[in-house]
C-alpha cells in the first residue's frame, strides 16, 4: 500500500527551527515528485515547494530562503527543514505525491510557532 507519514511537528519560538519528516512506502521516494504543503486555521492549503524526482527543488516565495527540501534515499524519506520560523508559518504541514498513479496525501503534522 503506497502511504506518506509525516513527523516532526510542534511547538517551536519565532526564530526556531524544525524539520518535518514524509516517510513514503510502497514505492521509491527518489523516483517521485514529493511536494509540501501547508494549511492554517481558516484557511486554504498553501503549496510550500516541492522536490522533483530529479531533485530539483523549488519553494513558495513565504519560504524562500528559510525552508530547505532534501530526501533521503536510503530512508525513503523526505525532509522539509524550517529555519527562522515566524507565527505567520504555523499550521498543518503535508507531503504530497502522485505515487503509482495515485494522489496520495499524508495525515499531516502540526506546527506551532509561539512564544
Known amino acids: 500500500q503506497v502511504q506518506l507519514v509525516e513527523s516532526g511537528g510542534g511547538l517551536v519560538q519565532p526564530g526556531g527551527s524544525l524539520r518535518l519528516s514524509c516517510a513514503v512506502s510502497?514505492?521509491?521516494?527518489?523516483?517521485?515528485?514529493i511536494a509540501w504543503y501547508r494549511q492554517a486555521p481558516g484557511k486554504q492549503r498553501e503549496w510550500v515547494g516541492i522536490?522533483?524526482?530529479?531533485?530539483?527543488?523549488h519553494y513558495a516565495v513565504s519560504v524562500k530562503g528559510r525552508f530547505t527540501i532534501s530526501r533521503d534515499h536510503a530512508k525513503n524519506t523526505v525532509y522539509l527543514q524550517m529555519n527562522n520560523l515566524s507565527p505567520e508559518d504555523t499550521a498543518v504541514y503535508y507531503c504530497?505525491?502522485?505515487?503509482?498513479?495515485?494522489?496520495?496525501w499524508g495525515q499531516g503534522t502540526q506546527v506551532t510557532v509561539s512564544s
Open positions: 510502497g514505492t521509491t521516494a527518489s523516483e517521485n515528485t
Open positions: 522536490i522533483t524526482s530529479t531533485s530539483s527543488t
Open positions: 504530497n505525491g502522485v505515487l503509482l498513479l495515485r494522489d496520495v
